[in-house]
């Protein structure tokens, strides 16, 4: 039986002194084969160059400004595994977030 995998959905609004800290944290609790997808809810606080650290690791979107509830819909388009997972911004994961929710 395989794992399930998990998409990770960050929403984001003008988060650039926090995004790097949501962003590791939930880079730390991934497996291989789940997916990370940022999306950008039109940050004009320079966000979207924090994500330079990171642009190898997740799936970075910018959409026009639309409040938290339709970026988090954009990021579930996005999505390619089976369960989803939603973290704020200005969040972090406890260490086992993920395998109680594969469990």
């Known amino acids: 039986m395989t794992t399930p995998k998990n998409s990770l959905i960050i929403p984001t609004y003008n988060r650039v002194a926090v995004i790097g800290r ?46 938290a509830g339709k ?9 390619c595994n089976p369960l989803v997972a939603f973290l704020d911004s200005d969040d972090e994961w406890q260490p086992h977030k993920l395998d109680l929710r594969r469990a």
């Not at 970026?71 to 579930?76: D, E, M, S």
């Open 22 to 67: 949501a962003v590791r944290s939930a880079l730390k609790r991934i497996r291989e084969g789940d997916e990370i997808i940022v999306v950008d809810d039109g940050s004009t606080d320079g966000t979207q160059q924090a994500r330079a650290e990171f642009c190898d690791c997740i799936t970075y979107v910018t959409v026009p400004n639309g409040g």
């Open 71 to 79: 970026a988090r819909n954009k990021g579930l388009a996005l999505t």
